[in-house]
């Protein structure tokens, strides 16, 4: 109980910081207050609280954007979409291809929710509590990989236009029809892994199959060109 309460002092006080902005002075108007009271209800909100209870935090890191390369962006997707494909993962009709250790690549996911027994850790409430406060948060910047190539990311442009991607994902992955994933800025290995599985029909669940037709001809390269590309976009701007 103390504790809650020096939690909600301090955030107070951080919530009157960012009302006086840098250097203190004193910005005036709703201005100030519309978005320090926006971060301070992002700050209360339940889904957060359980998003570290329920261990996502360890592989998603601090608020969904962990920079790990296969490891999927979480801040700011669809909530629709956030709940499909946790409840998917967790009763195995998403399992992903096969890892470096040659395991399902969503099974870890799985096995850190669902105990040995078969009962799972987390509600359906409790993950539309955390698919609300993750949509609600700003997307990640881009980190494209180490060694991206300019021309990588060139032909990946024009494949996005060729291949007609933007029919259902939107102008640059930016703007998705209602309930499909936002891919843009997304982690070049993971939208890798994921166009590989769909291509190879590993990826089944949920609405995915209106996608087969749109990569079955795909080769690696191209999917590659195309993840560099895609993973170059910078979502935080308009
Ligand atoms: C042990 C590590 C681990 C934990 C714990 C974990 N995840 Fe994941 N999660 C992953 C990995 C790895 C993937 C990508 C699987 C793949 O490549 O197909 C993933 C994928 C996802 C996806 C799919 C994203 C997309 O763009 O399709 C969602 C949503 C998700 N996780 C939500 C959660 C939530 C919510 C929790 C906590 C309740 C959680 N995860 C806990 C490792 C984890
Ligand atoms: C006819 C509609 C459609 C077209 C065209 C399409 N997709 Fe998709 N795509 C989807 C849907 C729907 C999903 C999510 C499936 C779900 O909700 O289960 C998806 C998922 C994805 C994902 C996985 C996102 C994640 O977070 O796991 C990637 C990456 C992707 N699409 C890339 C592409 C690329 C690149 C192209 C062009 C070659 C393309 N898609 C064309 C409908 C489409």
């Known amino acids: 109980m103390n504790k809650r309460i020096a939690r909600t002092s ?4 951080v919530g009157a910081f960012l009302a006086t902005g840098v250097g203190g002075t004193v910005v005036k108007g709703p201005l100030a ?3 320090a009271v926006a971060e301070e209800k992002k700050k209360k909100h339940p889904g957060k609280r359980l998003y570290r209870r ?34 998917d993962i967790i009763s195995g009709k998403r399992k992903g291809g096969m890892n470096a250790q040659n395991k399902p690549r969503a099974e870890a996911m799985r096995g850190s929710l669902v105990d040995p027994q078969g009962k ?13 406060w993750l949509a609600g948060l700003e997307p990640a910047k881009p980190k494209p990989a180490a060694d991206l190539k300019p021309e990588d990311v060139k032909a ?26 936002y891919i843009a800025g997304q982690k070049a290995s993971y939208i890798f892994n994921q166009m590989v599985d769909v291509r190879d029909k590993k990826r089944a669940n949920g609405k995915i199959k209106t ?4 990569v079955k ?22």
């Open 10 to 13: 301090l955030a107070l006080v």
């Open 33 to 35: 207050a519309g978005p």
């Open 54 to 87: 329920m261990t996502c935090i360890a592989c998603h890191g601090r608020d969904g954007k962990r920079a790990i390369q296969d490891y999927p962006n979480l801040a700011g997707q669809n909530k629709k979409y956030l709940i499909n494909q946790t409840m």
């Open 120 to 132: 799972v850790r987390v509600s359906k409430a409790d993950i539309e509590q955390i698919a609300d």
């Open 156 to 181: 990946g442009a024009k494949l996005y236009k060729k291949k007609r991607c933007r029919t259902c994902h939107g102008k640059e992955g930016k703007k998705p029809l209602k309930g499909y994933p």
């Open 211 to 214: 996608m087969y037709t749109f």
């Open 217 to 238: 001809k795909l080769k690696d390269e191209e999917i590659r060109q195309i993840a560099a590309y895609l993973s170059t976009i910078d979502r935080t701007k308009k």
